[in-house]
Nanobody, 121 residues
Framework: QVQLVESGGGLVQAGGSLRLSCAAS????????MAWYRQAPGNERELVAR???????NYAEPVKGRFTISRDNAKNTVHLQMNSLKPEDTAVYYC???????????????WGQGTQVTVSS
């Protein structure tokens, strides 16, 4: 089995910063795409940012220029540096990873349990 554990959420004032981290553990052979999603109350879960194994990145328009995603392949970790936070960034943030657990196997999708980020105005 594979587990994704997030950390780093919390309460911050508008304009502040937070850094989220996610560590993957378990029967991991290889991790392909890693990403952060978020879900605000009453809304669907949406992509925030994703990063390929080689480091290529994509960001949702609302966070471009403010958030930075990074990863450490040796440690199976992914991070999200969030700057210039806005009240509309308030949501539960979820870590996501596509993981190969056996040679020749498909990449399976895993989610973390989520971490709350609250930005006060």
């Amino acid at each position: 089995q594979v587990q994704l554990v997030e950390s780093g959420g919390g309460l911050v004032q508008a304009g502040g910063s937070l850094r989220l981290s996610c560590a993957a553990s378990g029967s991991i052979l290889l991790i392909n795409t890693m990403a952060w999603y978020r879900q605000a109350p009453g809304n669907e879960r949406e992509l925030v940012a994703r990063i390929g194994r080689g480091g290529s990145t994509n960001y949702a328009e609302p966070v471009k220029g403010r958030f930075t995603i990074s990863r450490d392949n040796a440690k199976n970790t992914v991070h999200l540096q969030m700057n210039s936070l806005k009240p509309e960034d308030t949501a539960v943030y979820y870590c996501y990873a596509e993981v190969q657990v056996r040679v020749g196997g498909n990449f399976l999708r895993y989610w973390g349990q989520g971490t709350q980020v609250t930005v006060s105005s």
